[in-house]
Every structure is written in C-alpha cells, then in structure tokens.
C-alpha cells in the first residue's frame, strides 16, 4: 500500500459496544440499556452490561493496540457516564475514566480521534422525547461543551455524531435500534435535530478551545446501484434512496439546506415544521473532515415496496421514509456473515462522489470490516484464529482507498473496524467483527491473523513515511511533488 506519509491507519471501537461497566463509576442508564433489557429486542437476549469489559481492561487494550502498532484509536465516549442526566452536572468518575484512557493512549503514541455520540443517548433524555425533541439537540450542544472543557487538550479531533442516519431511522423507523420506535415522522425530526445537534456542538467545541479545534462528523453514506443503468425509473428510485439515505445529513451540514425533492416526497409523512428560521445556519459548519463509514453496496428498482429494506432490518418496518416505491434487491454474493455483499469497487465510487461535489473536503474512512464466524485453534498450544476473508476484504477495500488517493481524492486515514469483537446491537454478541477475538465468558483476546497482517501493512507505512521524511528534508524538491508527499492536492 502506497499511502500519504499524513495518512493515519488506526481502529475503532464504540463505548456501549466495548467497555461493560453498566452500573459502575457513576455511569447512568442508556436507551441501549433499556433496548437490550427488553426481552425480544436483542439476539439471545444479550445486553452490553459487561461487553468486552474494556472499562476494567483498558490498560491492557492499549497494549495491544501499542502492539498492533495503531497510529490511531477512534472511541466513543458513554454520555450517560459523564452526565447521567443528559444535562446538568458531570460524574467526575465518569470524566476521570476517559481523561485516564486518553492520557494511556498520548502516552503509547496513539493519536485519540474521540465521537461524541455513538447511540448511547441518556435514557432521561429519552424520556422526555428523545432525538424527536428539540431540548435533546440543545443538551448535545452543551455536552460538547462539556467535554472539549474537560478533555479538549487531549483529544486530536473531535467526531460529533457517528452515523446519524441509523439513530434517526432505524431507532425510530423500522424500530430494530433504539429506542426501537416505528413512525416516519418521528425520523424525520430525529434527523433534523441530528443535524442541529451537529452544529451546535461544533459550535461550542470551537468557542470553547479556539477555531482550531478539529472537528468531523461520520456518515455512513449509501451506495445505491440501480437494477438497470438504462431505466429512468431505475435511476429514479436510486435518487429516492440517495435522498433520504445521504441528502438529509449531506444537505444541511455541507450546503445548508434540505432537497426540496426530499421535503415533496415525505410530505405526505411530515409537515417539516421541526425546522426553525435559522436552523440551517446552525447545522451549516466548517468540518475539517468528512469521515465515511463504508460496508456494501446495495441495488434496488421501482416496486412496491416490499422488496425489503437494504439490509437495514428485513422483516421489519422500513427505515426509508418516503421510499414506499422502491424495491431492495436481495444481495449478490460474496457476502459478509452480516448478509452484506462484498463490493471494495463500491467505496472508491463513493470517495471519488464526495470529492467530485465536495473538492476542498478532507475525507477520512472512519469505519470498514467484516463480520466473519471466527473459530480459535491451538498451533502448537497457543491460541490462534485464522480469518482469511477478513484480511481479503481488508486489503481489498485498502486497496480501493489507495486507488482514490491516486486520482487525488484527499483521503486523511482509515479505521479499521473494529478493534476487538463487541456488542454487535441489535446481533448481540452473534456477529464478530473484531481483529482481536474476544472469548466473551472469560475475557481473553486472541490476535486474529487480521490482526497481525494489518500490524504489518501499519509497520510497512510507517517505513514507508519515515524515507518520505528524510527524501523531503534531504534533497530539494520541485513544488508539485513536494506536495503530493505531503498528501496534499492543492
């Protein structure tokens, strides 16, 4: 792999997914708490109490990333940790936890990339409406606040949300997420107020510790093909899709406003009168990077809608609000163990789209893996899990992510997901996606041979950075290509 010498290769974990200690050091309860307490909802009624109990065994996780070589560690924190209620006082034990696990990571030469808000919303919060409730926007603002006070010399850039969609559409669409509602027009406002959320924290971050303050947000945008390129109809209900899988985050966190094919074609759902005068002004800030999280692609056609739902939930209500007329197609193979074809063409397409509209937007691919059934092996009495299919579609995908580099997308890093085998949501603990296998009833983690070949694609780049450094301060260099070496377009 030919990477930029800037270029960060790191992993990622989330704080429900990974760290257990539900009840401990103060930490308040969560939607996901309640979700996964309320029997059906969860596979194998499984819940995230102790997880992979990365709270108790933090230390010994940045050892192993220390291991592995991570120049980057993207993290969750638990808001319901550092402030029980959602609003008013912060849990010292809470902050103490994260600010310990931040300084572990500095001083193990790991760059912290730290999200905000990935699903965890405090059930007090919920019960007074959830993300359908503008207050719930209001009091994110003031937790981002919050925490660039208390961690903001720590942490190399902040992420405000992670995948918005899913909180607003599969948490109160088709109901599989938390807090497992099933009605369009709550959605639709969750989504909105996603959005002002989004802009009031990167607000308060960068009044809090200056203009310079690195801020992001992570979409996991859709990559939709249609069944016949040469169908109009097709193409239609590709645009259908587009709009309300990508366009209503992409709309007013980049350009300020919502399609108004979008607003036309869920009228009949919403009226839309969540949006206030001055909101889009709100939701409209300066990202220093866009991040991408990126799995499969999907195809659909115009139908009638019961063609499923993209793999977002089948069998369940529909997340896409608005997209009655449109059919899923089931998915080619090769697939994932989560049903998710295998498409690393699918991500360079979607790269080169962001920068074809967005050009002067860093882009980072925040999340890409693939859940396989992992299965430990003794060679020569010492644990060992073999996934080959998770390496291929790893380098596969990092392959596609060089590719884009190449015809000058300005692509900032990749994570890996994830780290280590977690709290799968709504799977349970059925599904692994992690390069170190996690033996969930006694604790021990195992390197996966994933694992160990990303450690080496991670040694062999920062070889790789460090001849680019001495060339760049040895020998003159005309302009252009000085600047390609410092990964840079313009």
């Given at each position: 792999?030919?990477?930029?010498?800037?270029?960060?290769?790191?992993?990622?974990?989330a704080a429900y997914q990974v760290e257990g200690g539900a009840a401990e050091g103060g930490r308040g309860p969560s939607?996901?708490?309640?979700?996964?307490?309320?029997?059906?909802?969860?596979?194998?009624?499984?819940?995230?109490?102790?997880?992979?109990?990365?709270?108790?065994?933090?230390?010994?996780?940045?050892?192993?990333?220390?291991?592995?070589?991570?120049?980057?560690?993207?993290?969750?924190?638990?808001?319901?940790?550092?402030?029980?209620?959602?609003?008013?006082?912060?849990?010292?034990?809470?902050?103490?936890?994260?600010?310990?696990?931040?300084?572990?990571?500095?001083?193990?030469?790991?760059?912290?990339?730290?999200?905000?808000?990935?699903?965890?919303?405090?059930?007090?919060?919920?019960?007074?409406?959830?993300?359908?409730?503008?207050?719930?926007?209001?009091?994110?603002?003031?937790?981002?606040?919050?925490?660039?006070?208390?961690?903001?010399?720590?942490?190399?850039?902040?992420?405000?949300?992670?995948?918005?969609?899913?909180?607003?559409?599969?948490?109160?669409?088709?109901?599989?997420?938390?807090?497992?509602?099933?009605?369009?027009?709550?959605?639709?406002?969750?989504?909105?107020?996603?959005?002002?959320?989004?802009?009031?924290?990167?607000?308060?971050?960068?009044?809090?510790?200056?203009?310079?303050?690195?801020?992001?947000?992570?979409?996991?945008?859709?990559?939709?093909?249609?069944?016949?390129?040469?169908?109009?109809?097709?193409?239609?209900?590709?645009?259908?899709?587009?709009?309300?899988?990508?366009?209503?985050?992409?709309?007013?966190?980049?350009?300020?406003?919502?399609?108004?094919?979008?607003?036309?074609?869920?009228?009949?759902?919403?009226?839309?009168?969540?949006?206030?005068?001055?909101?889009?002004?709100?939701?409209?800030?300066?990202?220093?990077?866009?991040?991408?999280?990126?799995?499969?692609?999907?195809?659909?056609?115009?139908?009638?809608?019961?063609?499923?739902?993209?793999?977002?939930?089948?069998?369940?209500?529909?997340?896409?609000?608005?997209?009655?007329?449109?059919?899923?197609l089931p998915p080619a193979g090769p697939l994932t163990d989560m049903g998710w074809n295998i498409d690393p063409e699918?991500?360079?397409?979607?790269?080169?789209?962001?920068?074809?509209?967005?050009?002067?937007?860093?882009?980072?691919?925040?999340?890409?893996?693939?859940?396989?059934?992992?299965?430990?092996?003794?060679?020569?009495?010492?644990?060992?899990?073999?996934?080959?299919?998770?390496?291929?579609?790893?380098?596969?995908?990092?392959?596609?992510?060089?590719?884009?580099?190449?015809a000058g997308v300005d692509v900032r890093g990749y994570f890996l997901w994830s780290l280590l085998d977690n709290f799968?949501?709504?799977?349970?603990?059925?599904?692994?996606?992690?390069?170190?296998?996690?033996?969930?009833?006694?604790?021990?983690?195992?390197?996966?041979?994933?694992?160990?070949?990303?450690?080496?694609?991670?040694?062999?780049?920062?070889?790789?950075?460090?001849?680019?450094?001495?060339?760049?301060?040895?020998?003159?260099?005309?302009?252009?290509?000085?600047?390609?070496?410092?990964?840079?377009?313009?």
């Amino acid at each position: 792999m030919n990477f930029p010498p800037g270029f960060l290769l790191g992993a990622a974990t989330a704080a429900y997914q990974v760290e257990g200690g539900a009840a401990e050091g103060g930490r308040g309860p969560s939607i996901w708490d309640t979700f996964s307490h309320t029997p059906g909802r969860v596979a194998g009624g499984d819940t995230g109490d102790v997880a992979t109990d990365h709270y108790h065994r933090w230390r010994s996780d940045i050892e192993l990333m220390r291991e592995l070589g991570l120049e980057a560690y993207r993290l969750s924190l638990s808001w319901p940790r550092v402030q029980p209620a959602g609003r008013g006082p912060l849990n010292p034990e809470g902050v103490a936890f994260y600010r310990d696990l931040l300084d572990g990571l500095i001083a193990a030469g790991i760059r912290p990339v730290v999200t905000l808000y990935h699903w965890d919303l405090p059930q007090p919060l919920q019960d007074a409406g959830g993300w359908v409730n503008r207050a719930t926007a209001e009091a994110f603002g003031e937790y981002a606040r919050a925490m660039a006070r208390e961690l903001g010399d720590r942490v190399s850039l902040w992420t405000t949300l992670n995948e918005p969609w899913c909180t607003a559409f599969l948490g109160y669409a088709s109901g599989v997420h938390a807090p497992g509602h099933t009605d369009g027009a709550e959605a639709l406002a969750a989504a909105h107020h996603l959005n002002l959320a989004h802009g009031l924290a990167t607000i308060a971050i960068r009044e809090e510790l200056g203009q310079g303050a690195g801020v992001s947000v992570t979409l996991n945008l859709h990559v939709t093909r249609p069944e016949d390129e040469l169908d109009s109809t097709h193409l239609e209900a590709v645009r259908t899709i587009d709009l309300v899988g990508n366009h209503v985050f992409l709309g007013p966190m980049l350009d300020g406003s919502y399609p108004a094919d979008l607003i036309a074609g869920t009228r009949h759902v919403s009226d839309w009168s969540f949006v206030r005068p001055g909101d889009l002004m709100v939701t409209r800030q300066r990202l220093d990077v866009l991040g991408v999280n990126y799995y499969s692609t999907q195809t659909v056609r115009p139908g009638d809608g019961t063609g499923g739902s993209g793999g977002h939930g089948d069998g369940a209500a529909s997340p896409w609000v608005g997209a009655g007329h449109v059919d899923f197609l089931p998915p080619a193979g090769p697939l994932t163990d989560m049903g998710w074809n295998i498409d690393p063409e699918g991500l360079f397409d979607l790269l080169t789209a962001l920068d074809n509209v967005y050009p002067d937007l860093p882009l980072m691919v925040t999340e890409n893996g693939a859940a396989f059934p992992d299965v430990v092996e003794e060679d020569d009495g010492v644990p060992a899990v073999h996934d080959p299919r998770r390496r291929e579609y790893v380098a596969a995908h990092l392959a596609q992510v060089e590719r884009a580099v190449t015809a000058g997308v300005d692509v900032r890093g990749y994570f890996l997901w994830s780290l280590l085998d977690n709290f799968e949501w709504a799977y349970g603990y059925t599904k692994r996606f992690g390069i170190i296998h996690v033996d969930y009833a006694t604790q021990e983690r195992v390197v996966k041979d994933s694992g160990r070949w990303y450690a080496g694609v991670i040694a062999a780049h920062r070889a790789s950075r460090a001849a680019s450094e001495e060339v760049a301060t040895d020998t003159p260099r005309p302009a252009g290509l000085l600047t390609r070496l410092l990964g840079r377009r313009r």
